[in-house]
């Protein structure tokens, strides 16, 4: 669930900045953002049902629902979209065209494509998903799913509320927005997701998390973190009870330490931005069900990316935020900030503080996606929604963006050098960014894009996820237009090398009677076990209805 800022025009100049955790051997005085501290009671256990039986009790449970989760925003309303008849001439520069290479087509490499997690009365989907060493799990509103990577078969499924009922679960709250990461140091998947009373009956809402006990992601460890509830008076990284927890997203720092991580953004009872958060975890102790302790740093920028830390070695997480001048009319600026981890265990000293920021290409936020019969899709707004790839002294991840009038996905490379794993001090040392088209016509809409950087055997590839239409591919009978997932795949130097591209699967249907939500999100996971493949998630479209007729699909690009 997303509410967001409004969808102006573009403005030049954007940043894009970063913020850094970091621990200390130490203790020292405060430093960078304020934070709450919180000891979590030890897990309870889940092992999930056997195979869909648990995705049919909650499709059962929600059959007579139709639940739009909000999409809150700040500043006026959403620009018009490009005409959907032809696509634009005159593309602004971009690295695509001037210099860096656009992304070739080459012979199909989706190798499998898996039927996953399908409508049950909401709108979004949410959809999310990460790859075990032998499953995929997916999630969506309001289900989580195990899938077997190779059949495609259900595994184990389970409702979001009755995955999480041992924690408890109130009887007016509806768990939404979950998110699911891959944590290959410790081979562990992480799930989360919020709760809040759709009735309006309170303004009570927890956070829920999961840590898989074992590497095949079938069973859990079990938490429950209170936002607010009036009844206890507690209130825990919200600024205010009546506030609304929001946009969590899901990361961790795969360092021997750990942590795992929840970004989130907080809007007060007018549905105005009120500040974001970020609560840091420790790792080791969840792995077993054990009591951890957790921070909450807040008062931090809007819509903060957490990030996949790949180094086991790192101490420095580095979360991204589209800033700038002209934010949220425009982004010109990437903006990291530092999350430091020392070489200790005790999270009490673990700070976050500004980081470097970057200046990149000046995009407005994108106009919603046409279907190609006329009816519009949301497409988001310019921050970062999906988690930032964190390999060596790089940091990755896409946004989509205003081209012409066209919803596109840019993805960025940020360089830095931290002086210290102690107390940072890090600095920008290089950019890239590359803007793709998937047809030679530039005439799509991309957008909800994802990424993974890792590196293979024959170099570090970074493959990319992301939803699309194709409005002008509107001849009776025609479904090439319509809404469809594709992915794309390059190796390093990403911005000077081809990327492959890939028609995943293009929905049979639109949806009538919009704007319509959809999607949210994607996903986009190297393969633990396979070199040179990646898994990517996304949504399709079945039917007419937002509510009831959406359909998810995993597929593995090598």
Request: aromatic share 10%.
């Amino acid at each position: 669930m997303r509410k967001m800022f409004s969808r102006p025009s573009a403005i030049a100049g954007v940043l894009v900045s970063v913020a850094a955790l970091v621990g200390v051997a130490q203790a020292q005085e405060q430093k960078g953002f304020p934070k709450q501290e919180l000891r979590l009671p030890p897990a309870k256990t889940q092992s999930m049902k056997a195979g869909e039986t648990g995705l049919a009790e909650a499709q059962a449970e929600n059959a007579s629902r139709h639940v739009t989760v909000p999409f809150r925003r700040i500043g006026p309303a959403a620009p018009a979209a490009a005409p959907s008849g032809s696509p634009k001439a005159d593309r602004p520069a971009n690295l695509e065209a001037a210099g860096g290479n656009a992304p070739s087509i080459d012979p199909k490499a989706i190798t499998t494509i898996c039927k996953t997690n399908a409508a049950n009365g909401f709108s979004p989907s949410d959809v999310n998903g990460a790859v075990s060493d032998s499953t995929l799990v997916v999630t969506t509103n309001v289900l989580i799913a195990v899938y077997n990577r190779t059949t495609c078969a259900p595994i184990r499924s389970n409702g979001l509320r009755g995955f999480f009922a041992p924690v408890g679960v109130p009887q007016s709250q509806t768990l939404f927005d979950p998110r699911v990461v891959w944590n290959g140091n410790v081979k562990r998947c992480f799930v989360t997701a919020e709760s809040s009373d759709f009735s309006g009956g309170s303004t009570d809402q927890y956070l829920y998390f999961a840590v898989s006990q074992t590497n095949d992601c079938t069973s859990y460890y079990l938490y429950r973190i209170t936002l607010s509830e009036t009844a206890s008076n507690t209130l825990f990284c919200k600024q205010n009870q009546a506030d609304f927890y929001d946009f969590p997203m899901a990361g961790f720092n795969k360092a021997n330490i750990g942590r795992w991580f929840v970004t989130s953004n907080n809007f007060d009872s007018n549905s105005q931005f009120s500040g974001s958060t970020l609560l840091d975890m420790e790792l080791r102790p969840t792995l077993t069900g054990l009591s951890a302790n957790a921070v909450c740093f807040t008062g931090v920028p809007f819509s903060m990316a957490a990030p996949r830390v790949k180094d086991p070695n790192a101490t420095t997480s580095l979360f991204l935020s589209a800033q700038g001048p002209s934010f949220p009319t425009g982004i010109d600026s990437a903006a990291l900030f530092e999350g430091f981890l020392g070489p200790n265990t005790d999270i009490a000293n673990d700070f976050l503080t500004q980081g470097p920021t970057w200046t990149v290409t000046a995009y407005g936020p994108p106009p919603p996606a046409p279907q190609p019969n006329g009816q519009l899709l949301d497409t988001g707004d310019n921050r970062f929604s999906s988690p930032s790839s964190q390999n060596g002294n790089k940091i990755y991840n896409v946004q989509t963006v205003d081209i012409n009038g066209f919803a596109r996905i840019r993805a960025l490379e940020l360089g830095f050098q931290c002086s210290s794993p102690i107390t940072g001090g890090c600095t920008a040392t290089g950019q890239a960014e590359f803007t793709p088209t998937s047809v030679a016509q530039n005439n799509d809409f991309l957008f909800y894009g994802s990424l993974d950087v890792e590196a293979m055997a024959n170099g570090i590839q970074m493959n990319i996820t992301a939803q699309r239409t194709i409005p002008s591919n509107n001849l009776a009978g025609q479904t090439s237009g319509n809404l469809a997932i594709v992915m794309f795949k390059g190796k390093a130097p990403f911005f000077n090398n081809p990327f492959v591209r890939d028609v995943v699967v293009t929905s049979l249907q639109q949806y009538l009677n919009c704007p319509c939500r959809m999607g949210d999100y994607t996903a986009t996971q190297a393969s633990p076990t396979l070199d040179n493949t990646a898994w990517g998630f996304g949504q399709v479209i079945t039917g007419p209805s937002e509510f009831t007729n959406w359909n998810t699909r995993a597929a593995r690009q090598q």
